[in-house]
Every structure is written in C-alpha cells, then in structure tokens.
C-alpha cells in the first residue's frame, strides 16, 4: 500500500559538483534522504511505468537508503527498479546499466573518494537517462523542490533480500536485483584487447590493483583475475566495506601510498593502480613513474587506437578547465575538437552525447569516454595495460616518449581542507576584485596574460556556467587557477592548480614541486591565501 507522509523541509539539500554530500547524522535525520529522493522525482516528468535504476558504493547507510528508495520508486509510479547485489553499483558501472537497458534514470548513493562510516559521509545523486549526473538544470530544480517540500509517498512493503539475485514485486512495481559485474566485465571485454592484456599479464608482468575496501573490488576480482588471468592476490582491499577498512578511498599519493611504495620498491609490481570509493577515479603508476591524470588522459587519447574499441580513432578530447593542457596537444596533432568545461563531469554529457568528445578527463584522477556517461576507473587501468601490450613498453617508456614528442605540463593540486568558510570565501571575493588590474604585471620572472573568473558556454544546449574557477594566466602557457571544492562536507576546501609547460627534454626531469616553486609562490602572493586561511602548507599535494 502507498502511504503519503507529512514531512518538513531542510533548506541545506543543495547539490554539489556531484551530488548531494552530507554527514552520516545529516542524512540519518527525520525524513531527510526520503525528502531529498521525493525531491528528485518531482522534478522529473514522464517515468510512469520505466525502469529506474539504484545502487551504491556499499558504504554505510547505503542499504538504509536502498530499501527507502526502491518504496518510494514503487509509490511514484516507476514500472521497474534494477539494483545491484548487496546494494553495489559502481558509478561506471550504473551509468552502463542505465543505457544498457534504457532506464529512464538512476539513483547513485556514493560520497566517492569521502570516508565512510557512521560519522563520515554519504551522498545521493541523480543520473540522467543518457546515463550520466543530472545537468545543472535539474539539480537546480531538485535543490528548489526540497525547500519547500511538504510530503513524500512510501510503499509500506516490507524490506526486500538484496542479497538475492531475482526478481519481485513491491505494490504492483516489479524489482530486479541483478549482478553488478557481469554486464559491467562484458562491455569492458567488448572495448580492450583482452588476450594482449593477457598476454603481457603472462610474460611475467606483475600487476597490483588496489580497490581500497571500496566497489571496484567485486570488478577487478572479474576482469584482472578471473578473465585476465592475473594470479589471485593482485586484486587487493577487495572486499568493499562500509568504511572501507577505516581508509580514505581517494587514489593518489597520499591515500594509496602503500601501493604507491611497493610500486616503486625493487621487487615490487610492475603496474599498480588504485580505485576511489565508487569505482570512477584511478591511479596508475609504474615503476619508477607515476602517471599525473591530466598526462594519463592525454596519453590514453594519443595511443587511442591500440584498443579494438577505439580503433576507428577518437572525434575529440574534453577536459575540465583545471586539467592540464597536456590533451589539448594531443588534440592539435590528431586535428580532432578540444573542449575545455568546468569541474564535475556533468558538463562532459552533451558533448559525449553529440559526439564531439570521445574521450574525456579531470585532473583529479577521472578519465572515461563515451562508452558510459561517468568517468570509469578500471576502464582508465584496462586502457593503460592494452597500451602496454601493443606497445610493447614499460610506464615510463610511454611516458617519457610522450613528453619529448609533445613537451611535459608539469602540474600539482594543493588542496586546504577544512579551512573557515568565510576565509575562503574572502579570498575568492578579493581575487576576483584583482582580476581587472592584473593582466601585464610582473611577478619575478612572470608576466600575467590574462586573469579571469571562467565562464562555460555549452556548445551543444546554449547554457551558461559562470563563476568555475579564477584562472591567472601567465606569458609562455604557465598558470595558476583558483576553485572552491563542491564535494566536501566541513568547512571549504581551497584548491590552488599550478601548471608549467617545459618543451625542452632535457629539462624533463626536475622535480614537480620544484619545478613549480616560482608558481607556487606567486599564487600565494596574488591570493593571500596562506594568512587568508591561517595555513602554512596544504593539507593534500597532488
Ligand atoms: C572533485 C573533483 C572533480 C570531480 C568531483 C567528483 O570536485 O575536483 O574533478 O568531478 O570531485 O568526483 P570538487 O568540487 O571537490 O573539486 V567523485 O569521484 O568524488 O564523484
Ligand atoms: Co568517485
């Protein structure tokens, strides 16, 4: 039976770069998730009858919200609701099921690379039809809807086994609780040179997959071991837990810097790679070399071909504005469109869908294309080891080969997490009273070209994103951007992005940070950031 429930709104249910992101306590308030769910299906229009997809990155509260979630489809009037086993989806792995079995759209409980557990975070976010995060359009509609919403429909069915691959019915709406992996593997099959990789896995090169407690664990155990004939033990953290072993899932330096060490240990793995919470960002790293994103999506689009899936060529490259532009040379070599759109991968929808972009990228570990509307860590890992097989090459081989054909971006993220909002705020607000007067003064050796607050023209819909992030540009390609984080749930967290451009191969092997010194120092010097946010160091270097 459908019960209609009286509820009060909350005014803080505004979705950030992806998603709604909250403390567990948060979300466990009186009728918070259910408002937040009511909120997104009255905003749609024409699902009566069609399928909505659910699922998670298992972290905790993910079933709570799952069974809420599956009652509610059933009382709004979807003819079907797909979940995965146990409640797991990975983000990728959703947005293939949603195109997949033409859904009308998909709820995605993950708070990606944040912490889990009973104190940590959670998050709710809509996927689109296409299979890929709500524009901002809708999210804009969404966060409306929740402020003054004063009721929300139920089924009062009992909870359902989600443990129980089948299908049942919940007041007349048919459930479908299917294997997370299996069409996830095939389509992955179905784009990479899967005996190559086997191949090279066989030759003796030793890989190490880390899912850090999170949801790719089930889909590296699939591909890497069982369909790639990795031997068993490769795969590592792959039990996704509801806080992740205690770990923070973020794949970088310094959340997966065991891997990162045995990388580059003597007798330590050839190939390792980690994965985020949701299973959409990754790292890889060779020995002896660490692959930046912004170099990864350049590289991956430059060595397109290696994979069957590719082999036509790519149509275009796009990358959000603080991503390097070491794509953007990748492009003008293979005479292909370059797009460059705001952080958070909404913006990547309209040109994957139009076929402008075949390939995408953000700098902080996402990298994806057109076969799914979401970044895809393991597609990013699967396409690094099929370069490695037709190449014939190590990680640093390619690498380095890339950067003295095309020059190196040298490039870091300094991230301040946790710093007073209305700091970071003034800092933000007193940049961008600057931005006029910049252009053509010199910091030591640097001359700024030009300074703006970046503004995104979509080129296929007309719609305008203004305020994505204080660019100062400097003469010769150098850069510093400035941008507020629109994931976290403390505070504000600043990020600085610092890239230099070097063509010279012989001066392709300094160090990044030092490398970046001078940037680094005139980025503090513009923004006062460091007495603005009381900090001496950034929390996080990437
Ligand atoms: C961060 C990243 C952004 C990414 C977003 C979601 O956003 O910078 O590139 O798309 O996280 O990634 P922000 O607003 O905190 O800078 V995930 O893997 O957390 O869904
Ligand atoms: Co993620």
New binding site residues.
Partial sequence: MIKTVATTAYQDQKP???GLRKKVPVFAQENYAENFIQSIFDSLEGFKGKTLVIGGDGRYYNREVIQKAIKMAAAAGFGKVMVGQGGILS?PAASNVIRKYQAFGGIVL?????PGGPTEDFGIKYNIGNGGPAPEKITDAIYDRSKSITEYKISDAADVDLDDIGTLKIDGMELEIIDPVEDYAALMEGLFDFPSIRALLASGVRIAIDSMGAVTGPYAKEIFENRLGAPEGSVRNFVPLPDFGGHHPDPNLVHAKELYDDVMSKDGPHFGAAS?G?G??NMVVGKGMFVTPSDSLAIISANATVAPGYARGIAGIAR?MPTSAAADRVAEKLKIGMYETP???KFFGNLLDAGKATICG???F?TGSDHVRE?DGLWAVLFWLNILAARNESVKEVVTKHWAEYGRNYYSRHDYEEVDSDAANGMMTALRDKLATLPGQTFGALKVAAADDFAYHDPIDGSVSKNQGIRILFEGGSRVVF?L????TSGA?I?VYVERYEPDAARHDIETQTALADLIAVADEISDLKKRSGRDAPTVIT
């Avoid at 984080?485 to 976290?488: F, L």
């Fill in positions: 950030g770069t992806s983000t993950s708070a990606s690379h944040n985020d949701d959409d960002r959000s952080t958070g991968w953000e700098e902080s996402g970044k941008r984080s629109g994931t976290g967290t990020r």
